[in-house]
């Protein structure tokens, strides 16, 4: 059995998340939630709340007793907010302020086998 749980227009890059994304993926959900509270990247944080929420839908689903291991961490760019700044000489140079999408797949660890 599966549960997802997806945070929509998250105001972080995507290739800042991706660099976190290796750690969890395979492990059971409440020791990368311990793993992810360690780190001190902002993207950790934002990944531990989406974690959280998968487990709870998971939860609701299925009931307490599962134990429920990360299936899969998918995280796509969402849109961009574009912003101007002034530069020399009368310029206005565009900044991208990234967004992203990121999809959390739970699988409980009895359903493997």
Known sequence: MEAIAKAR????GPRKLRRIREIVIGNEVNKAIQTLQSLPQKGAKILVKVLKSALSNARQKAGEEKM???????????PKLKRYRIAAMGRAVMIRKRTSHITVILEDIEGEK
Do not use: P
């Open 9 to 12: 227009y998250v105001r972080i």
């Open 68 to 78: 429920w291991k990360v299936k899969n961490l998918i995280i796509d760019e969402g």
